[in-house]
């Protein structure tokens, strides 16, 4: 079982940016895919980023140039940097880690993009 606990987010103005970091508990935390998504009021929730145990990166189209994903295996976390934000990356961001059928999720932190 492993649980992820995100932290980081809150209201940013347009153009500023935000940090958010993922920690997760159990020993196996460096042989799990890790992401984050979002949900955006009344719509499903869509991934953001996802980075593989060995580093390899991908990002939604919306968000590449301006969110970078990482991962500290030594300590178990994953964060998400996002700069140049946008009033419509406000939304719920959620950790997310995988490996095989096996999913699991934070429980989400608030991002509000607003001047």
């Known amino acids: 079982q492993v649980q992820l606990v995100e932290s980081g987010g809150g209201l940013v103005q347009p153009g500023g940016s935000l940090r958010l970091s993922c920690a997760a508990s159990g020993s196996i935390f460096r042989l799990y895919v890790m992401g984050w998504y979002r949900q955006a009021p009344g719509k499903s929730r869509q991934l953001v980023a996802r980075?593989?145990?060995?580093?390899?990166?991908n990002y939604a189209d919306s968000v590449k140039g301006r969110f970078t994903i990482s991962r500290d295996n030594t300590k178990n976390t994953v964060a998400l940097q996002m700069n140049s934000l946008k009033p419509e990356d406000t939304a719920v961001y959620y950790c997310?880690?995988?490996?095989?059928?096996?999913?699991?999720w934070g429980q989400g932190t608030q991002v509000a993009v607003s001047s």
């Open positions: 997310h880690g995988q490996r095989f059928n096996d999913n699991y």
């Open positions: 980075i593989t145990n060995d580093g390899s990166t």
